[in-house]
């Protein structure tokens, strides 16, 4: 049994930065893959970064370059550092695990806002 929390969301200006955080309650080694995936407004959700157990990563093309996943095996958490933030990077900001066999977990989701 897997539960993932996430954290770090909020308001931000347009060129700023912001870290998003995923605690999770096993060791991420016992997970596939960890990532991070986001839904705006009136859009379908989309991946934005993953990191696989081999330390992989994955990110959308518009996040390239501006974002970076991280993780950190002593605190079970995975990181999604977010810089250059545009308004078209507002929307709620969800964790996902992989389980081998177990399938995929999801966090509640934490809501990010690009405004001046």
């Known amino acids: 049994q897997v539960q993932l929390v996430e954290s770090g969301g909020g308001l931000v200006q347009p060129g700023g930065s912001l870290k998003l955080s995923c605690a999770t309650s096993e060791s991420i080694f016992r997970l596939n893959s960890m990532g991070w995936y ?10 934005v970064a993953t ?7 994955i990110y959308v093309d518009s996040g390239k370059g501006r974002f970076t996943i991280t993780r950190d095996v002593a605190k079970n958490t995975v990181y999604l550092q977010m810089n250059s933030l ?28 690009v405004s001046s």
Not at 86 to 113: F, H, I, M, N, S
Request: with cysteine; charged share 30%.
């Open 38 to 47: 986001r839904r705006a407004p009136g859009e379908e959700r989309e991946l």
């Open 51 to 57: 990191i696989t157990i081999s330390g992989s990563t």
């Open 86 to 113: 545009k308004p078209e990077d507002t929307a709620v900001y969800y964790c996902r695990a992989d389980r081998p066999l177990r399938g995929e977990v999801w966090g509640q989701g934490t809501l990010v806002t």
